[in-house]
């Protein structure tokens, strides 16, 4: 009898999507598990793009020291084209993304290894380690409606296969779990137990990728290039130290087997792949140094799976989701974008603090938001992939069409464009009372300054992943007459019995809901100890809206984010960093029925 | 017969000054021990406050990420005076520094073990270890002229006792070093065995200190805050986590016992402290939460050493040269910034890179540094101490005067202020090509552009307490008619042999000298792979004084620096961040012999 045990959450996979998932929950101390196939982590290549949006994230779980100094950061975009004397030249140098609504305007580039292991390493920290090699082998689902709503229940049975078992060990082992999470890539075997197919289709786009040290007097080699050329089209990332990664546009009558329509690794190496470049690059020169560090060949696919669970208990996250081209280095933050949505969610249902019906919200969020890049990706790729448009071919892509296209784009790739439509997280109903922060949009970034010691903080800093609820009470202009008295009546509803923190709070309202107070009155004229009590727990929980000591940065973060200045508003924050409701005070009814939606009295 | 044994650097005493020095000698590869008398580091108290210019060189050490990180982080100061209807009142909120020459406009608190606690951890990563608990029980020195003048020899003698030897260890032994560092505090063992005196006397300001929780309505808790009521002086010192600091002005004939002249901390407890702070504090209420964590009484000396080295073969640094109040903060910072002007020189003097005189420098610098900081706490502490002025006593400290000298202070106290007089390590012969690039000062931080991708540095982070010498070399504007040949004719001659690179590079310039280039050409107008090869030693070591790609940060470092935008100047940094020589292209020669004054051909 092969061993049997339980386990509140089962992730099969331990790639982006998988160890993102693995590191919230272990955070959140959920009772799981994560397997892999894979004997290690991988070494090399793979996906390396983190966007500005990711970057955030890695910071709410606080990883993104290690993130930003091991990476390679891109902060300018090169794009070249045809030159009239043959050969390519420069066209423009440009900033990534749109700026202003960004903390940190950079993209970073790290191999996919690396990435893990800052997940790995975290985990570790509380003794969560990737089990492996395993793989699992069958899948069973209870039919059990009542067993399926029931939280406590373990309606999911997996078998899994130990491929490197200890001497005397039984390679098999039954693990009985509440969910479980398909985090196993493109081929992701767990989306086909579960009957789940992939709508879309593959494009003719074939492009090869080499990663190496490149050794050129091509003089924008540290800028992520787009490179138009009569030659074809090929693209540039620089990496960490030296390395840079080079995709490739290829011909497909090179690189595919007729006979199977797949590509063929045998039929095109590394060195034709960099053939195809050197063209590509005249008049500048580029060759190798030393070994290559890693290389591909790929067929774009653009396809999206038709539902990311069975059941709201077996999930299906990152490529086994979603599958597109990783021109504009989306892929990995698609990702762990899943399941950094996906975490808490468990977290408050495995707790008893939301209904399971909450789970919903993970297919309704990610699906749209995958259909979404699939179809920037048709768009993009269409783009980058064209002719460019030269005197004998005027059909041909314009830099100018290019450049809208990047600029356009830039809020989507960026990943602080992402928006979760209006559902039991998202109610937009008082939006004009805080109009800049779009209700399913992630929290603007903004400077406050701490009353009670002046320091300057980044709000994002002090909003952690941490399974919480943030509420942000915009006290207003808490010197002015009337204010005091308003904010006062607003504590007490908030104390009272009835009150969503008291009701959900489960008697101990501060490990659901971290409240935080932001006063528009300058530090000069308010003594933050004269606000009520339930609006600053601990001196560090005040904030305002002024400038810091040396009148570098604060003041003006009502105003970038729509809120009156003398009356405030009430901003709620999902865990995960998104706008979940906003009302004015007089609409703390409101919050309190966005509550009642999901959560559990 | 005891065990003997040789070594280049031996530290006695693994304080502040000590740790500095060990993290920094280990860092550079240089054999050495460090052995002090305590059997752990200590758990709480002592020092405590990091000024901007220490945080500045633990960040050149790789060291500032985590202080930043673990410190409490003030950045405003209050300050109380009597209040016309008695108790205090709050004068003014006011900035600690003046903060354009700043990139950290802050001050951090942490106590002193978890600071050294930093400087283990780091060497622990090259596997030195402190030794302990181990005192020296004497030392000699060789009185052979020909042995103290040759680098290579071993003319101390210490003698070593290990208080907790292992079983059937001899406790004693004897260590053979060629330069040896006391850094074992104000009662300094070495000092007194080499010789040397202090100067100066103790005040008769008698102060109380404890660390703890505090219970108060005080709104300015979390503010450095200069108390001044009628019953007294105080301070606060918020701290890591919830802790403050207080230091509250006894009375003398309560503290100090008469027939000895010494504090009696048996006269005068932790709880009678807290008696005097509660009465200076009307009308506000304090109180601790839980226990004390460590509480102290002093008497304020303030003394410097009559020499900081015999021989520059044994030196003391720290507390060991130096005792005054610890109410500006600033004594862990001395301590700590004595070793880092020590640690480089000593590391060049055993590679063979410099002469032995070199050395010499070392008292030369920071005792002037040291009777800086007496004169200075002089007035400081005759200020604090003094009663406030009041109706009844008109010649009172008023705040004005207070404020004033907080002011003008601050720039000592930050530590930027700091200024090495002209020596064969600072030479201000042609200061005007640099003019806001003071000789004998920490360089100025400022933002600049990489050129290769666009990436704005702090330059301060481009530079690490690496042991060599920065060679930043302003090329001026490279995309001016006359200025390319200028530039290239600058590197012609920093390549020949005659050359101060080649001259003193020993076959490997690039170990002892890191050479920058900084255009003030724009990005869109330079393509840096223009510049001669010796000036792009990589494609990491061309800036720009250029602004980011969003126009946040970057442009007017030349003006800053008081550079000119055409010509451009050479300017070198030392080791440890200050400047050391600057000089126009035409200028080289000079450059030359600077270096030619201490360095070994």
Redesign the interface.
């Known amino acids: 009898m092969p061993k049997e045990s339980e386990v509140d959450v089962l992730i099969i996979g331990a790639g982006p999507a998988g160890v993102m998932c693995a590191n919230a929950l272990s955070l959140a101390g959920v009772n799981m598990r994560i397997v892999d196939k894979r004997p290690a982590k991988i070494a090399a290549g793979q996906a390396d793009g983190i966007q500005p949006r990711t970057i955030e994230v890695f910071q709410s779980y606080g990883l993104g020291?290690r993130l930003i100094?091991e990476g390679n950061?891109?902060?300018?975009a090169a794009f070249y084209n045809p030159s009239p004397s043959g050969g390519i030249e420069v066209q423009a140098?440009?900033?990534?993304h749109n700026?202003n609504q960004l903390t940190l305007?950079?993209q970073i580039t790290l191999h996919q290894g690396a990435i893990e292991a800052i997940f790995l390493d975290s985990m570790r920290t509380r003794g969560v380690e990737v089990e492996r090699p395993i793989v699992p082998t069958a899948i069973e689902i209870s039919e059990s409606e009542a067993e399926l709503k029931d939280p406590t229940s373990h309606p999911i049975k997996v078998t899994l296969q130990h491929l490197d078992p200890a001497a005397g060990e039984d390679p098999t082992e039954i693990v009985r779990a509440k969910f479980v999470l398909g985090a196993d890539g493109a081929h992701s075997w767990v989306r086909k137990e579960i009957g789940i197919t992939l709508d879309g289709e593959q494009t003719d786009y074939v492009w090869g990728v080499v990663d190496m040290i490149p050794d050129t007097?091509f003089?924008d080699?540290?800028?992520k290039c787009a490179v138009h050329s009569d030659n074809g089209s090929c693209m540039i990332i620089?990496r960490e130290g030296?390395k840079i990664r080079l995709y490739i546009q290829l011909s497909d009558r090179d690189v595919i087997d007729p006979a199977t329509g797949r590509v063929d690794k045998n039929r095109f190496g590394p060195d034709k792949i960099l053939q195809v470049a050197k063209k590509s690059f005249h008049p500048f020169e580029i060759s190798q140094i030393g070994e290559i560090d890693w290389w591909t060949l790929y067929l774009i696919g653009q396809r999206v799976a038709t539902r990311f669970s069975v059941h709201e208990r077996v999930f299906i996250a990152g490529d086994a989701c979603h599958t597109h081209s990783p021109k504009a280095g989306q892929g990995m933050n698609a990702s762990m974008n899943d399941t950094h949505n996906l975490a808490w969610k468990l977290a408050h249902v495995l707790r008893g603090w939301a209904d399971i019906s909450l789970l919903k919200t993970y297919e309704f969020e990610r699906r749209k938001y995958a259909q979404d890049l699939i179809d920037f990706d048709k768009k993009f790729s269409k783009l980058f992939s064209g002719k460019p448009r030269t005197k004998l071919n005027q059909d041909g892509v314009s830099h100018e069409e290019f450049i809208e296209a990047f600029q356009t784009f830039g809020l989507f790739t960026s990943g602080i464009g992402v928006h979760y439509e209006p559902s039991v997280l998202s109610s937009p109903a008082h939006q004009p009372c805080a109009s800049n922060l779009t209700v399913g949009q992630r929290l603007l970034p903004y400077i406050f300054v701490?009353a009670?010691?002046?320091?300057?903080y980044e709000i994002h800093d002090l909003l952690p992943s941490d399974t919480r609820f943030k509420i942000l009470v915009f006290v207003g202009n808490t010197v002015a007459p009337t204010q005091p008295a308003r904010v006062q009546a607003l504590a007490d509803q908030m104390a009272a019995p009835e009150s969503f923190l008291q009701k959900f709070g489960k008697g101990k309202p501060e490990a659901i809901f971290d409240v935080w107070s932001i006063s528009s009155a300058k530090?000069?004229e308010l003594?933050?100890?004269d606000l009520p009590r339930l609006f600053r727990p601990h001196?560090s929980k005040v904030l305002l809206d002024d400038v810091?000591?040396?009148g570098?940065s604060g003041s003006g973060g009502y105003k970038k984010y729509g809120i009156d200045e003398e009356k405030g508003a009430i901003v709620v924050i999902r865990p995960d960093g998104y706008v979940g409701v906003v009302a004015p005070f007089e609409g703390l009814a409101d919050v309190e029925t966005y509550f009642s939606g999901f959560m559990i009295a």
Chains 1, 2 share one sequence.
């Open positions: 020291e100094r950061q891109m902060h300018m140098n440009e900033p990534f700026s305007s950079l007097d003089p080699i540290r800028c620089p030296d701490r009670a010691d002046g320091r300057p530090k000069t003594n933050y100890t001196w810091d000591m040396y570098r």
